[in-house]
């Protein structure tokens, strides 16, 4: 038999070259099914608290974000607020059982909230590596518990439906510690 598959090398190159294809379709197949093309991240919490000699609180937290995925993690807006939880407010209202915006936790006390942002100046996570940012606030000396709350926002996925309202829903990372004052040693 003459022309190009004459012999079984031929038909073994032409099958290995179909096979390497097909891998190479589904290794990229697989990459966007992981969703690596997006940033995935971890926030959390080191807090300390000190007495100052007015008898107010210095209190010190240190976020940490950590980049767990496999791209550049590009730090663009966030904050830290600090919320009185202790004393008790007068008056402490449960969320709604049924609630579109999937707000569960109480509305404490405002005390302090801190923005950061990083549009002007080049902040980034290179993966699998960290970064900490530190926030000082002073909170007054009647403050027993305090809720701290911070939030970082995805840069490459800024804002998405909400599936419970025709809302645009912020995207990002976001921990929440709850922090009895007292001397750190």
């Not at 202790?86 to 405002?110: C, F, G, H």
């Not at 549009?119 to 305090?146: G, L, Y």
């Not at 996925?157 to 007292?182: A, C, D, N, R, Y």
């Amino acid at each position: 038999m003459q022309g190009f598959f004459a012999n079984a090398k031929d038909w073994v190159d032409l099958i290995q070259g179909l096979l390497t294809i097909v891998a190479i379709g589904a290794g990229g197949y697989w990459f966007w099914r992981r969703r690596q093309q997006l940033p995935r991240a971890k926030t959390s919490h080191e807090i300390q608290s000190w007495k100052l000699p007015d008898g107010r609180w210095l209190l010190r937290v240190c976020v940490t974000i950590e980049n767990l995925g496999e791209i550049l993690l590009e730090l663009e807006h966030g904050f830290t607020r600090v919320q009185q939880m202790r004393p008790w407010p007068e008056k402490i209202e449960s969320p709604p059982a049924k609630t579109l915006d999937r707000k569960t936790e109480v509305e404490w006390s405002l005390l302090v909230q801190m923005d950061v942002d990083f549009k002007n100046q080049q902040r980034e996570i290179e993966p699998h590596e960290s970064d900490m940012i530190p926030f000082e606030f002073v909170v007054t000396a009647d403050v027993e518990v305090v809720v701290i709350y911070t939030y970082i926002r995805n840069k490459k996925k800024k804002f998405k439906q909400s599936p419970f309202t025709s809302q645009m829903k912020e995207i990002g990372w976001s921990v929440t510690t709850v922090h009895e004052l007292q001397e750190t040693t």
